[in-house]
């Protein structure tokens, strides 16, 4: 098989020499810089606009925080006895009641 | 080194003037890698200004002005490659918008208004895209900096930040695919 090695080598070498030198356009460095002030003014803009979104969520997450806590204080039930409780103030009574019987001379009618 | 590593220094740190020196000084070479890479001359100049925007943006992330250069050319190339999987899609949609008819007197008009050593040229970069077409993107790009644009392993180890033996396997093998290409093309003209 012939080798082709030399051949491709020309070929990348003249593929080299069919680009003639590239000069740049006297718009070339003013074109860099419009651009670079068109995405800095891009970046500018997105930075304001989460700065801005930023901010109204921490204001709303504020108003928002307050009214839940304002509506939680009207809202909320005065404090009911657990059925723990409940049971141990009905014990309380009912072993006050059996040592006044005890006091008295009275026996349990039932 | 085509500025002084103060220069570069100066222009990380926000330096507009230096910036714009740098430009001037990389811009001759930089244009000259994207044609070689993209083959459209008409887009140079646009990739060339991506190529310096991206620059600007991202000087502040070099490490030291010392590895300016083949961070340039990484950035270029990226650039370049962009270019060039942009244009792959255009191409397919303008393709598909056209009637065979259209495109051979699109391609009848291209070739009556060019010149004899135009055309010599544009016969040299379409053989060797068609031969390129066999590798990948990514490979193309990189038998293209190893052979068009001359840098030496070392150089491309420092643009692509891999080992040197992967790369010497990857540019064997894309060159291998290409010899391949090249023999099947010289016996299809025998033919």
């Given at each position: 098989m012939k080798n082709l090695e030399p051949e491709l080598d020309e070929l990348f070498r003249a593929y080299r020499q069919s680009f003639a030198d590239v000069d740049p356009s006297a718009g070339f460095m003013p074109g860099v810089w419009e651009k670079i002030e068109a995405r800095r003014s891009l970046a500018f803009r997105v930075t304001h606009l989460a700065r801005a979104f930023l901010g109204a969520t921490a204001v709303l997450f504020t108003l928002m925080a307050g009214i839940f806590v304002l509506a939680g204080e009207r809202t909320t039930p005065e404090p009911h006895e657990s059925y723990l409780d409940s049971l141990a103030s009905a014990h309380a009574t009912d072993s006050m009641m059996e040592s006044m019987h005890a006091e008295t001379g009275e026996t349990n009618p039932q | 080194m085509l500025v002084d590593f103060a220069e570069i220094e100066r222009a990380r740190s926000g330096d507009d003037a230096a910036f714009s020196r740098v430009v001037a000084a990389y811009r001759k070479r930089v244009l000259g890698t994207i044609a070689r890479l993209i083959g459209q001359p008409d887009d140079v100049e646009d990739v060339g200004q991506e190529v310096f925007v991206r620059v600007y943006f991202s000087l502040?992330?070099?490490?030291?002005?010392?590895?300016f250069e083949p961070w340039l050319y990484r950035m270029t190339v990226n650039a370049a490659y962009d270019y060039l999987r942009k244009r792959r899609r255009r191409a397919e949609r303008r393709m598909s918008d056209l009637s065979d008819q259209q495109m051979i007197s699109a391609d009848a008009v291209a070739g009556m208004v060019r010149d004899v050593e135009h055309r010599r040229r544009t016969g040299i970069r379409e053989k060797l895209d068609q031969l390129l077409t066999g590798v990948s993107e990514d490979d193309r790009i990189l038998l293209l900096l190893k052979?068009?644009?001359?840098?030496?392993l070392k150089e491309l180890e420092e643009v692509y930040h891999v080992n040197g033996n992967a790369l010497k396997v990857r540019l064997f093998r894309a060159r291998q695919r290409v010899l391949k290409a090249l023999a099947a093309s010289e016996k299809e003209t025998a033919v």
């Open positions: - | 502040g992330r070099l490490r030291t002005p010392e590895v052979e068009v644009e001359g840098l030496s």
